[in-house]
């Protein structure tokens, strides 16, 4: 089906554009803004959605369906729900940092597997511009204090793995963060649902 002459997929790409440009102040050419929690909460639900794309294409074209070996239960600790109450979105700066740092590792060694244009890598790399674009986010949300010095840095993906290994690795991360922020954009969705029927009832004579 087409409208205008052009296809779905075309207009779904550029209102997917137009919602980043939204979400995400400072793009674009404009003067950066600070960010708000409808703005926040837009980009996570943009993030999830992409998430799962990202994952189900890296699954496939790295060849790692058999058997669904990279849909395990080991989710990394930094993905893990905390022990007590929601998420919301202050929690999620410490799993976006480490988010990250693997993603790095993710590109790293896809780029010596292909060419620089391929769309593994395109897609890798919008999933990182987000990861950078919800810490930016965040950060103007809820300024945090000025890093200790001394900190150790985040420990980066191993390179002693072997291609298959590492490919591995990489999926099970992907299948880790997309089940984690499909699990955020829920919760945030019915947060708002609360807040709503809340303000409801509150405006009732």
């Not at 052009?6 to 997917?16: N, T």
């Not at 390179?159 to 963060?177: E, H, M, N, T, V």
Request: glycine content about 8%; aromatic content about 6%.
């Amino acid at each position: 089906m087409r409208c205008d002459g052009r296809p779905w997929g075309v207009l779904a790409a550029v209102a997917k554009g137009l919602l980043i440009l939204w979400a995400v102040p400072g793009q674009g050419g404009r003067s950066p803004l600070a960010p708000t929690v409808s703005q926040t909460e837009a980009l996570v639900r943009l993030m999830a959605e992409d998430a799962q794309q990202l994952f189900t294409f890296y699954e496939k074209e790295q060849h790692l369906t058999i058997h669904n070996i990279c849909r395990t239960n080991d989710t990394p600790e930094w993905l893990q729900r905390p022990g007590k109450g929601p998420w919301g979105l202050r929690r999620l700066r410490r799993p976006m940092i480490h988010m990250d740092r693997a993603l790095q590792g993710i590109i790293r060694q896809q780029r010596n597997l292909h060419h620089p244009e391929a769309e593994i890598l395109r897609r890798l790399s919008r999933t990182h511009w987000q990861v950078r674009a919800l810490l930016n986010n965040l950060a103007g949300l809820f300024p945090a204090p000025s890093p200790r010095p001394g900190r150790r840095p985040l420990p980066s993906p191993a390179a002693s793995l072997s291609i298959f290994r590492q490919k591995l690795q990489g999926c099970r991360i992907l299948w880790s963060y997309a089940r984690f922020m499909a699990e955020r954009s829920a919760e945030l969705g019915a947060g708002r649902r609360r807040t709503r029927r809340r303000s409801h009832r509150d405006s009732r004579p």
